[in-house]
C-alpha cells in the first residue's frame, strides 16, 4: 500500500494539529486492513479526516495521534468498531445492477420451486448487505414471482460489519424516494403497507419475514455453514486485497449449494483459481459445478 507523507487539514478546522499526519493514518489503515480486510485507498487521508472528525470530536481528543492511542486501548473496542463503521463504504440502493435479479428469476427460481416441493430448505445469503437495500430488492423479487414463498422452508441471511448499516436492515424503514429503481410491480408490493404519501416507507411483514439480519465479518470465523443456493457478494470484495478477495470468494464458493448461483459486483473478479467450480452463466453471475 503507498500512503502519502503529507498532512491533510481538517475542513473548516482552525488547528493546524487537527490534521491526518502519516504516522496516524497508516496506523488508522493498519488496523482496518487488519479487521475488516479493506485496503484504504492510496493517498486518501482527506477521506479519513472526513469521516472520523466528528468521533474525534464526540471523544474530545485533541490531535489524531490521540485518536489513535485511544482506539489501541482494549478498553475502547467500542470506539474502535465505530471507526471502522465509519471508514467502510455503504453506498448501495434498490435494485442496484438489477440484471442479477432478473437471471435470479430465470435461471435459479424455477428450481427453488420444485426445491420446496420436493421438502428440500433454500438458503439465500446478502453478504456485505449494507442498509439492506439488496435483500429487499431479493425479497420482494421472490415474494412476486413466487407468493408461497412465506410458506416454505425458506430463509434469506443479510449480513454485514457495521451497526449503523445493520440497524437500518433490521428496521427495515426507507425513505419512499429509494424506492424509484424498483420494477412497478415489485414496488407496488414493497408499499402495500405503506400510507399514501407517506415520506417514509417500511417493507412489509411479508418481505421482511424472510429475511434475518446478522453480524459477520469475513475476516473473523464465519458462523455459517450453508449450503446456499445463491449467494449475492457484490461490491464488498472490491474494498479489499487480493489474497483477502480470493479467501473470501473461495470460502462463498465452499458454501454454495450444487448448481447454486453466486452474484459479484459489476467491477469484481474471481480469482483463476476457482474457474473449475464455478461457470459465468450471464453478466457477474456464476453457477457452480
Ligand atoms: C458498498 S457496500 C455494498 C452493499 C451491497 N452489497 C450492494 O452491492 O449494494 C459494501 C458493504 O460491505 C461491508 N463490508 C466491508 N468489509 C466487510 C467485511 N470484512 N465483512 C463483512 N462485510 C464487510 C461494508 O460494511 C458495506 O456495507
Not at 427460481?109 to 428440500?120: F, T
Not at 424516494?177 to 415489485?186: F, G, Q
Request: proline share 7%; hydrophobic share 45%; with cysteine.
Amino acid at each position: 500500500m503507498t500512503l502519502l507523507s503529507r498532512t491533510v487539514p481538517i475542513p473548516g478546522a482552525t488547528d493546524p494539529m487537527l490534521a491526518c499526519d502519516t504516522q496516524s493514518y497508516l496506523s488508522i489503515a493498519a488496523i482496518l486492513h487488519r479487521e475488516t480486510g479493506i485496503n484504504l485507498p492510496q493517498d486518501n487521508s482527506s477521506l479519513v479526516v472526513a469521516r472520523l472528525i466528528k468521533h474525534l470530536r464526540r471523544l474530545n481528543l485533541a490531535t489524531f495521534p490521540d485518536f489513535v492511542n485511544w482506539i489501541n486501548d482494549p478498553a475502547h473496542a467500542d470506539d474502535r468498531a465505530r471507526m471502522i463503521s465509519a471508514l467502510t463504504t455503504n453506498t448501495t440502493h434498490f435494485y442496484r445492477e438489477g440484471y442479477h435479479f432478473d437471471v435470479f428469476v430465470r435461471d435459479l427460481l424455477p428450481r427453488l420451486k420444485m426445491a420446496a416441493d420436493r421438502g428440500e430448505r433454500i438458503r439465500l445469503w446478502s453478504a456485505g448487505c449494507s442498509s439492506g437495500e439488496e435483500v429487499y430488492s431479493l425479497a420482494a423479487t421472490l415474494l412476486h414471482h413466487w407468493p408461497e414463498a412465506g410458506s416454505v422452508d425458506l430463509r434469506i441471511l443479510a449480513t454485514d460489519i457495521s451497526a449503523d448499516v445493520l440497524r437500518t436492515a433490521q428496521v427495515a424503514e426507507y425513505p419512499r424516494e429509494r424506492l424509484d429503481p424498483v420494477p412497478e410491480a415489485i414496488r407496488a408490493l414493497m408499499l402495500r403497507d405503506a400510507a399514501p404519501g407517506a415520506p417514509m416507507v417500511r417493507m412489509p411483514a411479508a418481505i421482511r419475514d424472510l429475511v434475518t439480519v446478522r453480524y459477520m465479518n469475513f475476516v473473523e470465523p464465519w458462523p455459517t455453514r450453508g449450503p446456499f443456493q445463491a449467494i449475492l457478494c457484490r461490491n464488498v470484495a472490491i474494498y479489499m486485497d487480493e489474497a483477502i478477495q480470493t479467501r473470501v470468494f473461495t470460502g462463498l464458493a465452499d458454501m454454495l449449494a450444487p448448481q447454486g448461483l453466486l452474484f459479484i459486483g459489476h467491477s469484481e473478479r474471481l480469482p483463476p483459481s476457482l474457474s473449475h467450480r464455478l461457470t459465468l452463466i450471464d453478466r457477474t453471475t456464476f453457477r457452480h459445478i
